[in-house]
């Protein structure tokens, strides 16, 4: 028996609350979540921030890393940050610091790193204890104002200190940096974007408060990666993505041909799209490179050093490269798609995705409420030293007066104060006061300052009492930032370009992925398919499942497409190289293609899209229908003949010539001109000949010209030339005549 577990207190029962399962876990996941939600994965509107990195940049200026300062040791600073302020691991708080140094990661950095901070390969960054890091220009910026009440404070989580809610912001951090994220049920986003575009549109949003997102696109054409590489996106779908905050970015690397004479190229890539490890896309290649799914592609060489020089080695000098670099941008990561949904802590706490101007409106109301609080704040700093100065003015003009009191009272405080009405703060000013300030120079300073602090005054309350006079400041404020990221700079310049994906032939770039090798395919009559490699005339020696035999066999190469016709008028695509191997019996086609149960395998041929065939049914009806229009796109295949049991599609010819001739089970043949029958891509036909009873045999298409030929079964080859045809010669859809002398008696134009 094991020890009774007994409730506390002696078990009476008094401290067992009953709980309902359902609400207390509801009531903890909730918590959790929005936890998740507020202070780790979703960014702030207004800073662009999460917790973590707004706790590092504050952290960093408190320990005086400015841009011009020391650096100092990351553990140093991932230290100040967990005791102080972010109460989590330090290896995250360390990643979270590491990837704000990366100017792979952030398009502007906010972190000036010296050491091992990783690389676009994916390399880790070395431990803290060897790297070290000060504040950037940026960081600077986003402070800017914060020991002038800019913002709110809270407590911290010991609540031994205080931190910012928010920081100012004066850079627009959320577009410029970008933001990805997973919280609980939702996930973030953001791809960042040029500043000098984002300062832009901003100015434009103050000129024009109700400025459409199809205008601010002129001014953000669209995101700025820190890796550069080229949208392939219309304006229309990134119009659109901005419009409703969900959407993608199409990103390609940047490639050029290198000339290597005697008409010899390669092709070089020098920037590839954010977020790709360098090292893993190249490990990709090598390996598509093996599996031969890249046969225009010979090698490919990694040959960077501070830039990105990826070497690609066509097979041969004829190797078209536009098209070589279509197939590697559908098979590997050298096209990516940034996904964008700004979901974005509204005002700090509602979590909602947003538009782009939505989100500049928001900047730009915390940039004005910024201004606001620093303007009282120095206000009430100003009124603080008006009212000293105005005290120091009066010792001054009685300067003898105050020396005397000084000297002979005991408690001189009160006394002054009641001799000139001066406040508690003026006198203690008084006191205060240096013996070398009694100069006489000095009555001068006072008044001059007083004078200045005045104006200064003045000029605040006007501005506090002038919405367009403060728009008119935070415009400046934006021009500021403006000039020291513009694209003159070279941090400023626009690094992503736009571009149209290239009209390239997409039969051109299917054959591309596919090593185009020789194969025979082999289809037996109870609807089996295998590929043999090379192409074999002899298929006498090949084996089949008991009860089993060859329906049709024929030479393809791997790049072709073969098409499949059923009895029931169904038309099926498979890929040359994705017909399973020659070893064995091959794999039934039901696995492969929806074919009915009770359709069978007519014939199957390599596509040829320039040909046109002649498809027939049992009872004689037929049509003539375009090749290119039989190729099917899915498993189920396309419907071409339409046929009802006990009617099915019997046969299907090459269209040559200029007359076809028919023959019927009835052993009579027919032979009328072929533009009396229609072409079409789907139907049931016209009839070919008339039946008393009985089908259709056979049918051929030739040039009356040429005459007419069959074989019999010896091998033997006739010929019926134009005149000797007459008699057969009628129009469509008649009985047509008695068979010629010695032609097969299979009823078959080939014996």
Request: glycine fraction near 8%; hydrophobic fraction near 40%; include cysteine.
């Amino acid at each position: 028996m094991g020890q009774e577990i007994l409730p506390p207190s002696g078990g009476d029962g008094d401290n067992i609350h009953p709980v309902d399962l359902k609400a207390a876990l509801e009531e903890r996941y909730l918590r959790y979540a929005l936890s998740t939600i507020m202070h780790r994965a979703l960014p702030d509107v207004r800073d662009g921030l999460k917790p973590v990195h707004r706790r590092i940049v504050y952290a960093m200026n408190d320990m005086g890393l400015r841009p011009n300062s020391a650096f100092r040791k990351c553990a140093k600073i991932v230290g100040e940050v967990m005791g102080n302020y972010h109460p989590h691991g330090d290896q995250s708080i360390y990643d979270a610091l590491a990837r704000l140094a990366q100017d792979f990661s952030q398009r502007y950095t906010l972190v000036n790193g010296q050491g091992n901070f990783g690389n676009i390969d994916g390399d880790s960054p070395a431990a803290m204890r060897y790297t070290e890091s000060k504040m950037t220009a940026v960081s600077e910026l986003l402070l800017e104002g914060i020991d002038q009440d800019a913002v709110d404070f809270r407590d911290t989580y010991d609540e031994s200190n205080s931190e910012p809610v928010v920081l100012p912001g004066a850079f627009p951090n959320l577009l410029a940096n970008g933001s990805s994220g997973i919280a609980v049920g939702m996930a973030t986003s953001i791809p960042s974007h040029n500043v000098h575009e984002i300062c832009d549109a901003a100015l434009h949003l103050i000129k024009h408060p109700d400025a459409t997102v199809e205008k601010l696109v002129e001014f953000i054409p669209g995101p700025d990666f820190p890796t550069g590489g080229i949208i392939i996106d219309n304006k229309e779908s990134i119009i659109e993505s901005y419009r409703t905050g969900r959407g993608g970015f199409r990103v390609r690397a940047k490639w050029e041909t290198e000339d290597l004479g005697r008409g010899g190229y390669q092709i070089i890539v020098t920037e590839i799209p954010f977020q790709v490890q360098k090292s893993r896309l190249i490990e990709k290649i090598a390996e598509l490179l093996i599996a031969r799914k890249l046969p225009l592609l010979e090698d490919i060489r990694d040959e960077s050093a501070e830039d990105i020089r990826i070497v690609l080695v066509p097979k041969s000098r004829t190797v078209d490269p536009t098209i070589l670099m279509e197939s590697m941008f559908k098979l590997t990561e050298l096209e990516s798609r940034f996904p964008l949904n700004m979901n974005v802590l509204s005002m700090g706490v509602i979590p909602r995705v947003m538009a782009l101007n939505e989100v500049l409106k928001e900047w730009l109301e915390h940039r004005r409420e910024v201004l606001q609080r620093r303007s009282r704040f120095r206000l009430a700093a100003i009124d603080k030293r008006l009212e000293i100065l105005g005290g120091l003015l009066i010792a001054y003009l009685n300067i003898d007066e105050v020396i005397r009191i000084i000297r002979e009272e005991d408690e001189p405080k009160p006394v002054m104060m009641a001799r000139w009405d001066l406040t508690d703060v003026q006198v203690e000013a008084i006191l205060n006061m240096r013996l070398r300030a009694l100069r006489k120079l000095e009555e001068f300073e006072i008044r001059k300052e007083h004078d200045e602090l005045t104006k200064e005054k003045a000029d605040i309350e006007a501005l506090l009492a002038s919405d367009e006079k403060q728009w008119q400041t935070v415009a400046w404020e934006i021009g500021e930032v403006k000039k020291k990221f513009a694209k003159a700079t070279e941090i400023g310049r626009r690094r992503t370009q736009f571009a149209e994906a290239p009209e390239a032939d997409e039969e051109a770039i299917q054959h591309a992925m596919i090593e185009k090798e020789p194969i025979t395919v082999v289809v037996s009559e109870k609807g089996w398919i295998r590929a043999l490699k090379g192409h074999i005339s002899d298929t006498s020696t090949l084996a089949f499942k008991e009860g089993d035999g060859l329906k049709v066999a024929f030479p393809a190469q791997t790049t072709d497409k073969i098409l499949i016709v059923t009895t029931g008028g169904k038309v099926f695509t498979l890929g040359g190289d994705k017909l399973p191997g020659g070893r064995g019996h091959g794999e039934p086609l039901r696995i492969m293609i929806d074919m009915e149960n009770d359709q069978d395998v007519l014939t199957a041929f390599v596509h040829d899209a320039a040909r046109k065939m002649l498809i027939v049914s049992t009872v004689g009806n037929g049509f003539v229908v375009p090749e290119a229009e039989m190729v099917a796109n899915t498993r189920k295949g396309k419907q071409i003949m339409n046929v009802s049991m006990p009617d099915e599609t019997k046969l299907l010819v090459p269209v040559v010539g200029d007359h076809v001739a028919v023959v019927g089970e009835n052993r009579k043949m027919l032979v009328f001109p072929l533009n009396q029958v229609p072409e079409m891509t789907r139907g049931k036909g016209v009839r070919l000949q008339r039946y008393k009873d009985g089908g259709i045999s056979d049918v051929r298409c030739f040039a009356i010209a040429d005459g007419l030929s069959w074989e019999d079964s010896a091998g033997r080859t006739f010929t019926k030339n134009k005149d000797e045809l007459a008699e057969w010669l009628a129009d469509r859809a008649t009985a047509g005549r008695t068979v010629p002398k010695g032609f097969p008696r299979s009823g078959k134009f080939a014996g």
